[in-house]
């Protein structure tokens, strides 16, 4: 049974705003002061779930956005994986916003030599994925983009040009997970956002398990 840790991470109105404010400089300062030090926290208190769901030891990474030099983040996260030094590589766990939403999901990035293998396996195994994954869960192959569709609307043809595109494509990428829109009152409540968080990780675990080599 995964353990519940009280948490009081929540998130307001003027959290969102932060992707609102003009300038790298000062949109980052903000996001430093007031989403940063939340996402760190959740990401401490969600990694032992998660440790206990993988059976690896799983550490939280929050995004620094070190690369920035003249465009402002449209978002932010907290990334969980089984690597003390960083996630990027690995398939792994978010949590983050963008200006309209928070979002939790599971993730392959593209510098992760991991997205070949969940190809493979999402081919071989697409029917449980479909039967898994929950109709409300959004798809995306672009992680600077807000955008996403519903599991619903995804079709056995739209995986297999999503496999293909994984296996072919170096800048591809893959995440599936929830939305929650910016005034969703959950946002408000601590424990009942940190059981939708936990419980997104583990409907998805399936997925995180099927992107690692079989042994």
Same mark, same amino acid.
């Given at each position: ?14 959290? +969102?705003? =932060? ?10 300062? #903000? %996001? !430093?002061?007031?989403?940063?030090? &939340? ?53 792994? +766990?978010? =949590? ?10 599971? #993730? %392959? !990035?593209?510098?992760?030599?991991? &997205? ?75 424990? &009942? ?23």
């Amino acid at each position: 049974m995964i353990e519940r840790r009280i948490s009081d991470v929540t998130f307001s109105e003027a959290d +969102f705003d =932060v992707f609102t404010i003009p300038g790298l400089e000062p949109r980052m300062n #903000a %996001i !430093i002061t007031t989403v940063r030090p &939340k996402l760190t926290k959740l990401g401490e208190l969600i990694a032992p779930g998660l440790s206990l769901l993988t059976g690896d030891e799983i550490f939280p990474h929050v995004a620094k956005h070190a690369r920035r030099k003249v465009h402002a983040p449209n978002d932010t996260w907290v990334a969980w994986a089984a690597n003390k030094k960083g996630y990027k590589m690995l398939p792994h +766990f978010q =949590v983050g916003m963008f200006a309209t939403h928070l979002f939790a999901q599971f #993730a %392959i !990035i593209y510098e992760s030599p991991h &997205k070949a293998v969940f190809a493979e396996a999402l081919t071989a195994q697409l029917d449980q994925v479909i039967r898994i994954v929950p109709k409300t869960y959004r798809w995306s192959m672009d992680h600077m983009n807000p955008d996403s569709v519903p599991h619903a609307d995804m079709t056995k043809e739209s995986f297999t040009a999503m496999a293909a595109k994984l296996s072919s494509s170096k800048n591809s990428e893959v995440m599936v997970g929830i939305r929650l829109d910016r005034n969703d009152p959950v946002l408000q409540d601590a424990e &009942k956002l940190y059981g939708i968080v936990l419980n997104t990780f583990e409907t998805l675990m399936p997925l995180y398990q099927m992107s690692f080599p079989s042994a």
